[in-house]
T-cell receptor, first 113, second 114 residues
Framework: DAGVTQSPTHLIKTRGQQVTLRCSPK?????VSWYQQALGQGPQFIFQ???????QRGNFPDRFSGHQFPNYSSELNVNALLLGDSALYLC????????????FGPGTRLLVL | KQEVTQIPAALSVPEGENLVLNCSFT??????LQWFRQDPGKGLTSLLL?????REQTSGRLNASLDKSSGRSTLYIAASQPGDSATYLC?????????????FGTGTRLAVRP
């Protein structure tokens, strides 16, 4: 049973560029959430997708956008990258119905130069 | 708005010692409280989940307690081992579902010395 997978594992971009991160949820899960974790901080919620729609959103600018596909996988897009976007980006999945916790992927480490 | 605080930020103990990590939250109407482990540069592993109706949960050498009235949760690690070295994070969902956005503390970085 595959857990949450993310790609790529590491990424280096320069300011102003755009980046796309990908996430495949745990088998059987239908909801995907994205978190940003800066060095030494706890993860901060970016947004959540369910049934291919953004269901919840945290306090992040419109430069951060996402998408969920019919197979429940998801993408996180960040436009006009800033140095401050350097962080570990975590994807989590869960089943919309139930009390089970969210399962987290290994993350994508983004460095913006 | 839920705020979660963890003290201490870092802790170093000798192997074999029992230790307690603290987590404080401002909104006592939480749905549950979760403890996660994070190894350097890695994702999060769920350790324990305490529902709002529960007082504690145990898994092996780990015991987590929840006191909603005081806005506190503790993670007790018995007989610590070097393999326990990691960052420990507590988190609570915003709403009435484990799938709701999680609000995290900043974590406690634990080092267990051989």
């Amino acid at each position: 049973d595959a857990g949450v997978t993310q790609s790529p594992t590491h990424l280096i971009k320069t300011r102003g560029q755009q980046v796309t991160l990908r996430c495949s949820p745990k088998s059987g899960h239908d909801t995907v959430s994205w978190y940003q974790q800066a060095l030494g901080q706890g993860p901060q919620f970016i947004f959540q997708y369910y049934e291919e729609e953004e269901r919840q959103r945290g306090n992040f600018p419109d430069r951060f956008s996402g998408h969920q596909f019919p197979n429940y996988s998801s993408e996180l897009n960040v436009n006009a990258l800033l140095l401050g976007d350097s962080a570990l980006y975590l994807c989590a999945s869960n089943l919309a119905v139930g009390v089970e916790t969210q399962y987290f992927g290994p993350g994508t480490r983004l460095l913006v130069l | 708005k839920q705020e979660v605080t963890q003290i201490p930020a870092a802790l170093s103990v000798p192997e074999g010692e029992n230790l307690v990590l603290n987590c404080s939250f401002t909104d006592s109407a939480i749905y549950n409280l979760q403890w996660f482990r994070q190894d350097p540069g890695k994702g999060l592993t769920s350790l324990l989940l305490i529902q709002s109706s529960q007082r504690e949960q145990t898994s092996g050498r780990l015991n987590a307690s929840l006191d909603k009235s005081s806005g506190r949760s503790t993670l007790y690690i018995a007989a610590s081992q070097p393999g326990d070295s990691a960052t420990y994070l507590c988190a609570s969902p915003r709403g009435k579902s484990s799938g709701d956005k999680l609000t995290f503390g900043t974590g406690t970085r634990l080092a267990v010395r051989p």
